[in-house]
């Protein structure tokens, strides 16, 4: 199976807050899960990558969890700010291919 | 700076006439990649090419061809654009080998009326 599932589509968070983003995949194929962050108008610009030798990767506020036995992998962006607000993208990759998830669309409400 | 442009950014077109995306980047990247980006839908990729000469269908290719004669270009081609076919397209490269990390273009908000 192809399919990276993204879960919530929305989400509203209070400034400060913790936002958490979920991606489910079944291909035990895929060995790079990057997140995108894309602001209106602009193009998806990579935030965070990790590969499954390990199960977290921290860059300053953003940080992946990943499960492999679970094949899920989940972004948290620590003390959400306004500027956080954007559609955040989680893919998987099998091979200089990139597998989509649907986006979220986080409001960071100040 | 390296850089990966898209032109036009906005077009609008007419039902049944060719309709051609342009995708220009300068990092010498190996790997080019067109996506439709529709609400509900993410991005999905429609065609992609690991090099000089070499192109492959992605999940969306119905309606459209790409052709690559260079490392920097990667146009796209609507043959008879159909309304179903408007939409925001991403042109995306990346250096084939090290890293998957794909670095995007400004995106064309494409109108088929």
């Known amino acids: ?110 | 700076d390296a850089e990966i442009t898209q032109s036009p950014r906005h077009k609008i077109t007419e039902t049944g006439r060719q309709v051609t995306l342009a995708c220009h980047q300068t990092w010498n990247h190996n790997n080019m990649f067109w996506y439709r980006q529709d609400l509900g839908h993410g991005l999905r990729l429609i065609h992609y090419s690991y090099g000089v000469q070499d192109t492959n269908k992605g999940e969306v290719s119905d309606g459209y061809s790409v052709s690559r004669s260079n490392t920097e270009d990667l146009p796209l081609t609507l043959e008879s654009a159909a309304s179903s076919q408007t939409s925001v397209y991403f042109c995306a490269s990346a250096p084939g080998t090290g890293t998957d990390t794909q670095y995007f273009g400004p995106g064309t908000r494409l109108t088929v009326l």
Request: glycine letters at 8%.
């Open chain 1, 1 to 110: 199976q192809q399919q990276v599932k993204q879960s919530p589509q929305s989400l509203i968070v209070q400034k400060g807050g913790i936002s958490i983003i979920n991606c489910a995949y079944e291909n035990t194929a895929f060995d790079y899960f990057p997140w995108y962050q894309q602001f209106p108008g602009k193009g998806p610009a990579l935030l965070i990558a990790i590969r499954p030798d390990v199960s977290e990767k921290k860059e300053g506020r953003f940080t992946i969890s990943f499960n492999k036995s679970a094949k899920q992998f989940s972004l948290h962006i620590m003390d959400s700010q306004p500027g956080d607000s954007a559609t955040y993208f989680c893919a998987a990759s099998p091979n200089y291919q990139l597998i989509w998830g649907a986006g979220t669309k986080l409001i960071i409400k100040p």
